[in-house]
């Protein structure tokens, strides 16, 4: 983030131009975290603008059993591998999921999100910077609140 900068950080709708696959220069990885689903998450990363994962549907993969395990969780782009959030941040592994369940999705704040290659745009569509569709930026009294779909940030490291 450079100094000035406020947030979150802004693009223009050119980076969800059609690429070579969708809005991405190709499919999501085969091998998604916490078992999330394949052809769910390539249709919302690469061919989706407007609608999400159902609400809960992050409950029914496997990341709260190996989010117990860890002390923080490096979320990646499904599509090409980079660090996207890494929660929690500021804040009580209790408080992430309290909040996440309350609105349905993996819920980050400011803190948690990797500027480098996520932004935001008008409409608060939240995307990479390569443009994976990754959810929207709800903001609340707490301030900004990015609902990401779990399928969209269950890559592996690149």
Not at 64 to 91: C, H, M, Q, S
Not at 113 to 130: H, M, P, Q
Not at 146 to 151: A, E, K, T
Request: proline share 3%; with cysteine; hydrophobic share 30%.
């Amino acid at each position: 983030m450079k100094a000035g900068e406020s947030l979150p950080i802004s693009a223009k709708e050119e980076v969800m131009s059609q690429k070579g696959h969708g809005t991405s220069e190709k499919p999501v990885m085969k091998n998604l975290r916490w078992g999330s689903d394949y052809e769910t998450a390539d249709n919302i990363c690469n061919f989706n603008r407007h609608y999400a994962e159902r609400a809960g549907y992050w409950q029914s993969t496997k990341f709260l059993e190996d989010f117990k395990k860890v002390d923080a969780e490096n979320f990646y782009d499904a599509v090409t591998g980079k660090l996207l959030f890494t929660a929690p941040v500021g804040r009580s592994k209790d408080e992430f999921i309290k909040e996440s369940l309350s609105h349905g999705w993996p819920s980050f704040r400011d803190e948690e999100v990797n500027w480098d290659y996520v932004r935001c745009l008008d409409n608060g569509e939240c995307v990479s910077v390569t443009g994976t569709h990754l959810g929207h930026n709800l903001p609340d009294g707490s301030g900004n609140r990015y609902c990401i779909n779990i399928v969209s940030v269950a890559g592996e490291s690149e």
